[in-house]
């Protein structure tokens, strides 16, 4: 508030309405007559308007603010002016409330405003931040894409710090990834480059603290670091460093054109606070793609194969996890080729106790324990006591049933060996829509010092096919009320109409058939694998008294 001290200026004489009091009054104010002249000042109006005195037009002496507000008063002899008039006078702001005086003279109050008119500057500067940091906040954690991140960082720079940005990323090899943004669009693309030759960069790159902007020389920039579209000569520069989880995320660099204001210190503080959450944003997304891509490495060798045609022998196989969310569960298969088509095809499905990931891991380390034992995959029953030795000397508890089957394809026969480890048996199906169950028997996997098992030895002719599965096909509990079982019944009804059909065509009915049944009821894990004898066509022989031969 401006207060004046002392007396009147010499000649200031007092309003006889009013009294002395009026001249002591500690805002300026002022009588002004009909036609625009000063009547009265009191002393702090005269320390405001030096040049006012009585009869001197208020044109000449008061902002035009207030002469217009003035004008508009006078129609009225101030009683309604329309509310008190704001104007700035010098470097203050002043808010001026008229009252009616003698003779439709109007007596103007003014009162200091400049730090309330500062005050709420500050306060409408302070929410516009918030609101930005808000909103970038948001953008910058709705996605945790790398690329994504560095996007949004640097179109909410354009947009509210600056009039272009570039955010450096740290080296992958040699080259830097940039983002680059002007206003319309970023540009992503990856670049060798030298940070030394942008002031700051290399250290902010390093997590050291930013370099004031007014240290940059805006021409030294190279060109790398002007986006494309940014019109006219760079006026000002701030680098900024993108801090990290523990390491350094990027460093920013923010640009404005020379017909704009250079960047001062709370802007320069202010762009600190963006590039810590834009830095946090980034470090998060780049955490995530590093644990995604582990993650999915270590997945390819839990999750079940493609299975194709081997070597004649049609393969098949359809797996469901226990939870639709999760990719892995506690059944498996593997087929493993043999080196040549004279040699056994080793087929394997089995059910690990539990579900999840825990089991998940168990299934892989089986399925790497298999993958080693294969020279000695002739012989099942020391394959599955090797097997069941190195499952009894880990740490896990879990126990495991598996069915084992070597397949050879000979002329239009293909012969399996089939040995079941506490395992639902294998079922064939042949041409006529006949089900048997391959008599095969065995114990379990990780429980007994030592396994015992039996093997069943099958042919299958063509268009017939043996179906290995887990028990969480029969144990699917579903029907009209959803607590009665698919049960070995409807599998064998199921299967029996499969007769002929190619081992996918199996695999697909008995899953549609099975998650029919289940519905929305909750549910194992479920494994299928079809092994099944291609049809063929018998060529007949040349001389018409050899056997010929089969298509493949």
Not at 34 to 46: D, H, P, R, S, W
Not at 79 to 97: F, S
Not at 110 to 130: F, I, P, S, Y
Request: aromatic letters at 4%.
């Amino acid at each position: 508030m401006t207060r004046v001290e002392g007396s009147l200026p010499q000649g200031q004489e007092l309003l006889s309405s009013v009294g002395t009091a009026w001249m002591r009054a500690p805002y300026p104010a002022l009588v002004v007559d009909t036609a625009g002249a000063l009547v009265e000042i009191n002393a702090q109006a005269a320390r405001l308007f030096p040049a006012a005195g009585p009869g001197i037009p208020l044109a000449d002496v008061a902002p035009d603010w207030l002469v217009e507000g003035h004008r508009r008063a006078a129609v009225t002899g101030g009683e309604d002016a329309g509310g008190p008039v704001r104007g700035r006078h010098g470097q203050w702001t002043l808010e001026a409330h008229a009252t009616p005086g003698a003779d439709g003279q109007v007596v103007w109050w003014l009162v200091d405003d400049t730090h309330r008119e500062l005050a709420e500057t500050a306060l409408r500067n302070e929410k516009e931040r918030h609101g930005f940091l808000a909103e970038a906040s948001s953008r910058l954690l709705a996605s945790l894409n790398t690329e994504r991140c560095m996007e949004v960082a640097v179109e909410l720079a354009t947009r509210y710090l600056a009039d272009a940005a570039v955010l450096v990323a740290p080296a992958a090899g040699r080259r830097h990834p940039l983002s680059l943004c002007a206003g319309d669009g970023v540009v992503h693309r990856t670049a060798r480059i030298e940070p030394a030759d942008v002031p700051g960069l290399k250290e902010a790159l390093q997590g050291f603290p930013p370099v004031p902007s007014r240290w940059i020389d805006p021409s030294a920039l190279p060109e790398w670091a002007v986006p494309e579209g940014f019109d006219g000569p760079v006026g000002s520069v701030v680098v900024t460093p993108l801090p990290g989880h523990g390491v350094p995320a990027g460093a920013l660099i923010l640009l404005r054109r020379s017909d704009h204001a250079a960047f001062d210190a709370s802007e320069e503080s202010f762009a600190r606070v963006f590039a810590a959450r834009a830095g946090a944003a980034l470090s998060a997304a780049r955490l995530y793609m590093e644990q995604t891509s582990i993650t999915a490495t270590l997945m390819a060798d839990l999750l079940p194969p493609m299975l194709r045609r081997v070597h004649g022998v049609e393969f098949a196989g359809s797996y469901r996890t226990a939870q639709d969310t999760e990719r892995v569960g506690g059944d498996f298969y593997d087929v493993h080729p043999g080196a040549a088509p004279g040699d056994k095809t080793l087929a394997v499905l089995g059910d690990v106790c539990g579900k999840g990931l825990e089991a998940a891991v168990l299934t892989g380390k089986i399925r790497s324990t298999l993958q080693a034992l294969l020279p000695l995959a002739g012989d099942h029953q020391h394959l599955l006591r090797l097997l069941n030795g190195t499952l009894l000397n880990s740490r896990h508890t879990r126990f495991s049933t598996l069915v084992l089957a070597s397949v050879l394809r000979q002329e239009n026969t293909t012969h399996l060996s089939l040995t079941s480890a506490g395992h639902p048996l294998p079922l064939i199906v042949r041409q006529d829509g006949t089900v048997e169950e391959a008599p095969t028997s065995g114990t379990l996997i990780g429980v007994l010092p030592d396994v015992k098992s039996t093997t069943a030895e099958v042919d299958l002719r063509p268009g017939e096919s043996c179906l290995l599965f887990t028990d969480g096909v029969t144990e699917a509990r579903g029907g009209p009320l959803g607590d009665v079982m698919f049960g070995d019944d409807r599998l064998r009804a199921a299967l029996a109409d499969c007769a002929g059909m190619p081992a996918e065509a199996v695999v697909e009915r008995i899953h549609m058939l099975v998650a029919e049944w289940i519905g929305d009821n909750r549910h194992d894990d479920i494994a299928v694998m079809a092994i099944t004898a291609p049809r063929t066509t018998h060529l007949t022989a040349v001389d018409g008294h050899t056997a010929g031969r089969y298509t493949a």
